[in-house]
């Protein structure tokens, strides 16, 4: 395939240890008779994605021409093995357009302990998978003849591979040759080689592996439609709230002061009784919220976040310009960590300008450092928990989703040596930033009381009702996106999920909007954790239909698949938590600014 120009030459530049995966077939143009690399990746049962092991893990034999199963590709990158792959030389003798008749590569006895797992590997439908220049192919182990209680394993494999003038285009592999499993039985595996000439361009031999009868269904269109009118509705309704509503309160507490002085000179004081709603908290309304440090820090790595994932999905719709992410193995986690690098400096700025403007006069001078402290923290300890309970877990059952300590120490060192620093110079430049920043109104002294308010103006309902409408704009996305999670599909339709993407920020601005009015409205000038729990508790929904979706779509079993599908589960809410939150509170502080700077407070 054709290979990614613009982020190897990041990756050179900044992550030097970090590198996509690269073979000797690194360019996929081959002369008469060149050797070409057959790869062994894994082996698992079909049920659980993430149940996978290094395919020598099984006792196969294979070719005595030197290779060393035991030992891992030296050309790894640390995206490839986070990505969860173990690459193996398989030593078949593959040469470019030459055909090779059915030879027999070599013979294994087996022992108990192999025919053990021989058997039950084809009694749980295990699979395996290989790499071509870079064509996935998939196989199974084998298979149970109906009323027998014996297993087969499949001896013979015959590989079709289609080519174009000097380019492998398709890979086919047929299995047969069912061979009974027992201890002190003889397998005897071949494998045959036929080329075949090709007409299909270069450019389009991974068409074959995407389904777009799937995710280009009807259903998909139709959620977009149908989200995009929600956007209609909860813009409307801001509109509503913003032409109406608070004209009228503009209209009803910027009364002429001429009249009010006519009121005084006649003794009516209660023509000068305070109006219930929003104006009476504007002396608190700016108030440093509780806890400024770590709401700093949410603030900070929620833009982070939105960063990211913006970079991601935009990177991902260029994929006609520099290929198409779903061609290499591990280019996602590759372009997310580059991301990650990269905002750093957003996470810095975002949180000090933050802390500056709210906080800086109302706690000691050695709290921005720990704001600053908790932003370079927050999201990494996160990942790094969940990752050490999954890779403890993995590393107890020996699968190849295990993290060497190797890939551990550069990306820690990734972390160290550039994250930090870009975050340290983001935070002084947020700080310098939050110094011209100015509230439109006068902040109190002392806080004014927190009335009683009816249920629509409690957070309480506000926060978890504010959820629903985001999670509605996206559960069709989500149900897309986690069926090419766990369902061994290609996500390739990038187009909807940038879509899909900004209907989400613009549904989470929205009703983050409506909570702190309905706050506001209730005199509660808390308005900061509200807005910002009311865009994160979408995550909560995520999360929930994630359980649905494992219940109900999946076939999953076992404590290993079931921790990993939850632990990434709740990494994949809490990050969403962490940026619709962001977002929810941007929009609440741009709307709290803009209502602020209308009124004449007297």
């Known amino acids: ?55 020598y893990s099984l006792p196969y034999c294979h070719p005595e021409d030197g290779h060393k199963t035991d030992e891992a590709d030296p050309n790894a990158s640390i995206s490839e093995v986070l990505s969860g792959h173990s690459l193996r030389l398989s030593g078949h003798h593959l040469y470019f357009a030459k055909d090779e008749k059915l ?71 047929t299995s047969e040759g069912l061979a009974i499993v027992g201890e002190g039985k003889d397998l005897t595996f071949a494998t045959a080689i036929e080329w075949k000439k090709s007409e299909k ?8 592996y995407l389904d777009d009868e799937f995710f280009r269904h009807q259903i998909h269109w139709f959620s977009i439609f149908n989200s995009f009118m929600m ?33 005084l000179n006649a003794s009516n004081p209660s023509a000068l009784s305070e109006d219930a709603g929003w104006k009476q908290v504007h ?117 190849a989703n295990v993290i060497p300590f190797g890939v551990i120490a550069r990306v820690t060192a990734i972390w160290i040596f550039l994250s930090i620093p870009l975050t340290i110079v983001g935070t002084l430049l947020g700080r310098h930033a939050g110094r011209r920043a100015a509230f439109p109104c006068r902040v109190n002294s002392i806080p004014r009381p927190i009335p009683d308010a009816p249920w ?15 999670f509605g704009s996206i559960f069709i996305e989500l149900y897309y996106v986690l069926t090419s999670l766990w369902n061994y599909k290609f996500y390739h339709v990038y187009g909807f999920m940038l879509g899909v993407y900004a209907i989400m920020c613009v549904v989470v601005s929205m009703t983050s909007i409506i909570a702190t009015y309905f706050c506001l409205n209730a005199e509660n000038h808390g308005w900061q954790w509200t807005a ?13 239909y994630a359980t649905y979706y494992f219940i109900w779509k999946t076939q999953m079993h076992g404590l290993l698949q ?8 709740t990494l994949i809410s809490l990050s969403l938590g962490l940026l619709c939150g962001t977002l929810g509170h941007y929009a609440s502080n741009k709307f709290v600014r803009s209502i602020f700077q209308s009124v004449k407070v007297d």
């Open 1 to 55: 395939m054709a290979r990614a120009t613009l982020i190897p030459m990041l990756l050179q530049l900044l992550l030097v240890p970090l590198r996509f995966a690269v073979c000797d077939d690194l360019y996929h143009r081959y002369k008469k008779e060149e050797r070409v690399n057959l790869w062994v990746n894994k082996v698992g049962p079909y049920a659980n994605p993430q149940e996978t092991y290094p395919y």
């Open 103 to 173: 030879t027999t590569e070599c013979k294994v006895t087996l022992d108990a302990a192999a025919a053990q797992k021989f058997s039950d590997a084809v009694r749980n439908q295990w699979f395996y998978q290989m790499y071509l220049d870079d064509l996935p192919v998939w196989g199974m182990v084998g298979e149970e003849v109906p009323d027998e209680k014996d297993a087969y394993v499949y001896t013979k494999r015959k590989l079709t591979i289609a080519y174009n003038e000097d380019r492998i285009v398709e890979v086919n592999m």
């Open 201 to 208: 361009e270069f450019g389009r031999r991974f068409d074959r």
């Open 231 to 263: 956007v209609i509705f909860l813009c409307g309704l801001v509109a509503l709230i913003l032409i109406r509503t608070l004209k009228r309160d503009f209209s009803k507490y910027s009364r002429d002061i001429d009249e009010e002085m006519d009121s």
């Open 283 to 399: 002396g608190d309304v700016f108030r440093a919220p509780q806890f400024p440090a770590f709401l700093s820090a949410l603030v900070g790595t929620g833009w982070q976040l939105f960063v990211i994932v913006a970079f991601v999905i935009l990177f991902a719709v260029a994929g006609p310009i520099h290929g198409s992410v779903y061609e290499e193995r591990g280019e996602v986690v590759a372009v997310s960590i580059v991301a990650y690098v990269l905002s750093s400096v957003v996470a810095g700025y975002s949180s000090g300008r933050f802390y500056r403007i709210y906080a800086a006069k109302a706690t000691s001078s050695a709290g921005w450092q720990g704001a600053m402290g908790l932003t370079l923290a927050l999201l990494p300890t996160i990942v790094f928990f969940i990752m050490s309970v999954l890779n403890a877990i993995a590393i107890g059952y020996g699968t």
């Open 456 to 470: 629509y103006g409690c957070p309480a309902y506000l926060i978890p009702l504010s959820g629903l409408l985001p």
């Open 532 to 544: 910002y729990a009311s865009g994160a508790s979408m995550s909560v929904y995520v999360f929930l």
């Open 562 to 569: 079931t921790t990993f599908y939850f632990g990434y589960s």
